[in-house]
T-cell receptor, first 116, second 111 residues
Framework: NAGVMQNPRHLVRRRGQEARLRCSPMKGHSHVYWYRQLPEEGLKFMVYLQKENIIDESGMPKERFSAEFPKEGPSILRIQQVVRGDSAAYFC??????????????FGSGTRLTVV | DAKTTQPTSMDCAEGRAANLPCNHSTISGNEYVYWYRQIHSQGPQYIIHGLKNNETNEMASLIITEDRKSSTLILPHATLRDTAVYYCIVRVEAGANNLFFGTGTRLTVIP
């Protein structure tokens, strides 16, 4: 039973390019969460998605960032026109359902984005 | 969600118990206490959680004070692989879609 799979593990982009980060949740999990971790800081929530729906995007920057979780395939976090400040580790987590605190989220190993 | 306060860093000798404290003085009655850890360059790993009773699993024990304003995560026999940043998080049972990670406690297990 594979865990949360994120790819690529490392991504280098030049300023102005687009970055696409992928997350495949654990089998049976239909809820996906994206977090960002800047160097030497804790993780910050970005967005929460269910299949084909964005439920909570309160942590997403207003511009250049978007996320989707299609009916088929992985969840995608897309960053357009990347800037150096977007360099960070991006983590995805999944859960079988929302609410109900009697379980913990499972996190992937992250994608480390470097903007040069 | 209520905020938590943790020491910035701690050291522990290998083989000894590591006791990591967390203050959550504004915790509400329906908020759980969660612990995660993040080993260098990896994603956070769930450790344990509880509401008001003490909890134990194969990784750790969680001791919550009677007034629920603080808790302690106990790693009974720390190993070098337990070196990580440990995050104490409080979260309501329903309605909260995300976890608030503070800066955590950086635990270093010393040989």
């Amino acid at each position: 039973n594979a865990g949360v799979m994120q790819n690529p593990r490392h991504l280098v982009r030049r300023r102005g390019q687009e970055a696409r980060l992928r997350c495949s949740p654990m089998k049976g999990h239909s809820h996906v969460y994206w977090y960002r971790q800047l160097p030497e800081e804790g993780l910050k929530f970005m967005v929460y998605l269910q299949k084909e729906n964005i439920i909570d995007e309160s942590g997403m920057p207003k511009e250049r960032f978007s996320a989707e979780f299609p009916k088929e395939g992985p969840s995608i976090l897309r960053i357009q026109q990347v800037v150096r400040g977007d360099s960070a580790a991006y983590f995805c987590a999944s859960s079988p359902r929302t609410g109900g605190a009697n379980y913990g989220y499972t996190f992937g190993s992250g994608t480390r984005l470097t903007v040069v | 969600d209520a905020k938590t306060t943790q020491p910035t860093s701690m050291d522990c000798a290998e083989g000894r118990a590591a006791n990591l404290p967390c203050n959550h003085s504004t915790i509400s009655g329906n908020e759980y206490v969660y612990w995660y850890r993040q080993i260098h360059s990896q994603g956070p790993q769930y450790i344990i959680h509880g509401l008001k009773n003490n909890e134990t699993n194969e990784m750790a024990s969680l001791i919550i004070t009677e007034d629920r304003k603080s808790s302690t995560l106990i790693l009974p026999h720390a190993t070098l692989r337990d070196t990580a940043v440990y995050y104490c998080i409080v979260r309501v049972e329903a309605g909260a879609n995300n976890l608030f990670f503070g800066t955590g406690t950086r635990l270093t297990v010393i040989p």
